[in-house]
């Protein structure tokens, strides 16, 4: 809740971090076990952003139950409160959470989450973008 000045028209808003936010909610998707360590320091009124309250609220729902945090739980919780098409995106918002790593050495280059697979192994995949075609190749170290 923002404060307002006393005699004026200008509200106060409280200092915040929309990247720590998202950085926080991110790596436990990245790190489910981490949430236990991060709910032990924040709570629901830590989140300035009101969709990161929610997402947040999710998350230690999920916990409750014993059940791993991923995108895939995560956007199902949100769905059945319906808060997931309140985000900005949706699910994409829920993805883009986790997916940014702005290390110069890994520029090009993303890992697929193969989380669920139904009758194989899961892993992770590591893929370079190709700009020049718009497309996702298998990424091989050089040397």
Do not use: C
């Amino acid at each position: 809740m923002a404060d307002t000045f006393p005699g004026s028209d200008f509200a106060r808003v409280p200092p915040h971090n929309l990247d720590a936010e998202r950085s926080a909610l991110g790596g436990v998707l990245v790190k489910p076990v981490m949430f236990d360590e991060l709910a032990t320091t924040l709570g629901t009124d830590d989140f300035f952003l009101p969709a990161h309250r929610e997402i947040f609220d999710a998350m230690t729902e999920i916990s409750r139950r014993q059940q791993p945090i991923d995108v895939v739980s995560l956007g199902d919780e949100l769905k059945s409160r319906g808060s997931l098409a309140r985000l900005e995106g949706g699910a994409a918002y829920l993805i883009a959470m986790e997916m940014f790593d702005d290390n110069p050495e890994l520029k090009g280059r993303a890992e697929l989450i193969i989380g669920k697979n139904r009758h194989g192994p899961t892993a992770d995949v590591p893929i370079t973008f190709l700009s020049q075609y718009t497309r996702f190749e298998n990424w091989a170290e050089e040397g």
